[in-house]
């Protein structure tokens, strides 16, 4: 049961949720600032758990950037490193491509390309 439901029915009004979101907002930030003052001098010999690296967490790890290594294997080598199928498209023709690749044809425009 949340702190909310253990307010009676009749006490649920939104100044009451206002007045207690402000106060635990208050309470968070209150214990993020000491939490900065107090756990610097310890930060430094902090492991993280993701990279083994010491200086850093594991949320704030570099490495949560990258994508796992087991995924990029799934979607296959990676073609803007390799060079299969010939010659380069034509820039005017790329770009265009590039726009329909990343946002999609309006309707019109796929009935108008289904004609031809």
């Not at 310890?42 to 200086?55: A, L, V």
């Amino acid at each position: 049961m949340s702190a909310w439901e253990s307010v009676p029915a009749d006490m649920r009004t939104l100044e009451e949720l206002t007045a207690r979101l402000l106060i635990d907002e208050q309470r968070f930030n209150s214990r993020k600032e000491e939490e900065e003052v107090t756990g610097f001098a310890t930060f430094k010999g902090r492991k993280c758990f993701k990279c083994g690296k010491i200086g850093h967490y594991k949320i704030d790890c570099r490495r949560n950037n990258q994508l796992d290594p087991e995924v990029l294997e799934l979607l296959g080598s990676d073609s803007t490193q390799v060079k299969v199928f010939g010659d380069d498209l034509h820039k005017e023709v790329a770009n265009r491509w590039k726009h329909i690749l990343l946002n999609g044809l309006t309707k019109e425009k796929k009935s108008e390309l289904s004609k031809h």
